[in-house]
């Protein structure tokens, strides 16, 4: 191995302690399949996304698409794969969609023909799945005063919304249908008391994400790894407590469609 390690993270989809030991264990299988050296870190919770993605050592960090698409080309980094979930919404490609998930006790939020009334819950601006996501479900609705949404964030990520939605302080949120896969999984009390009203429509899922400081050997070998681990016991062994049926290598232009999307709605319904 490597004697100078690259870093993985997997900030955007370690949302409980459980699920990010099943990320620690792929993570682990991977190095050691690559032959190359990593680093697993936490960049936990307040520490800023953008600075993660902004690191000259990353190996195999997720990334949202929505940023990434808005970088320039020469400043983007390299897409070692994408993962494809089992689960029905995935159409067994690299997509992922929104939760549309409200609190099931009475209010303005538990009729799917109310949702408009509600207080929403957001994550982050240049988040896809918490902010873009749940904005484009909006602007496909017939909405008489959109001005007047009341709104609550940044949440951060899906356990802020669910924490808000647990607090009473928002009536729904979008919240990562890969993540609440995971939380379905791992941790499902967290779920409890919550309704699935919408899922949104997929769209290209967050990637695993390489520098493009980072050694091109490496980034091969770690993004071969991750493509071929389907086909071996080993690698199944790491996917399936991941909800995952493998990796693939997406198109860099798929993710085209995200700031296309978000510039559309910014231009029907008001900024959150």
């Keep these: 191995m490597n004697d100078t390690p690259l870093i993985a993270c997997s900030r955007?989809?370690?949302?409980?302690?459980?699920?990010?030991?099943?990320?620690?264990?792929?993570?682990?299988?991977?190095?050691?399949?690559?032959?190359v050296a990593l680093e697993i870190i936490?960049?936990?919770?307040?520490?800023?996304?953008?600075?993660?993605?902004?690191?000259p050592d990353m190996g195999a960090v997720f990334m949202c698409g929505y940023p990434f698409s808005r970088l320039p080309e020469d400043e983007r980094p390299v897409i070692l794969a994408a993962p494809v979930c089992k689960a029905s919404w995935s159409g067994d490609r690299p997509r992922y969609a929104s939760h549309i998930v409200v609190v099931t006790a009475d209010g303005p939020a538990c009729s799917s023909m109310d949702?408009?009334?509600?207080?929403?819950?957001?994550?982050?601006r240049d988040s896809q799945s918490g902010y873009h996501?749940?904005?484009?479900?909006?602007?496909?609705?017939?909405?008489?005063n959109p001005a007047v949404m009341r709104t609550v964030g940044p949440l951060v990520n899906p356990t802020g919304i669910l924490e808000a939605l647990h607090a009473g302080r928002?009536?729904?949120?979008?919240?990562?249908?890969?993540?609440?896969?995971?939380?379905?999984?791992?941790?499902p009390n967290v779920l409890t008391g919550l309704k699935i009203i919408a899922t949104t429509e997929p769209m290209p899922c967050p990637m695993l994400v390489a520098a493009r400081a980072a050694p091109a050997r490496q980034v091969s070998a770690l993004r071969e790894a991750l493509l071929q681990a389907h086909e071996s016991a080993g690698g199944r062994a790491v996917l399936d407590p991941l909800a995952l049926a493998r990796f693939e290598l997406p198109d860099a232009e798929?993710?085209?469609?995200?700031?296309e999307l978000a510039d559309a709605t910014n231009l029907r319904i008001p900024q959150w």
């Excluded at 996501?133 to 008489?144: E, H, M, Q, S």
Aim: charged share 25%; aromatic share 14%.
């Design 42 to 55: 936490a960049h936990a919770v307040p520490a800023p996304l953008p600075e993660l993605w902004a690191r």
């Design 115 to 124: 949702i408009d009334k509600a207080v929403w819950g957001w994550t982050v």
């Design 133 to 144: 996501a749940p904005r484009a479900f909006l602007a496909g609705r017939a909405r008489k």
């Design 254 to 259: 798929d993710y085209r469609v995200l700031p």
């Design 12 to 35: 955007m989809y370690n949302v409980s302690p459980a699920i990010r030991a099943r990320w620690d264990d792929l993570f682990t299988w991977a190095s050691d399949q690559a032959g």
């Design 170 to 187: 928002i009536d729904v949120g979008a919240i990562d249908a890969y993540a609440y896969e995971l939380l379905s999984l791992h941790d």
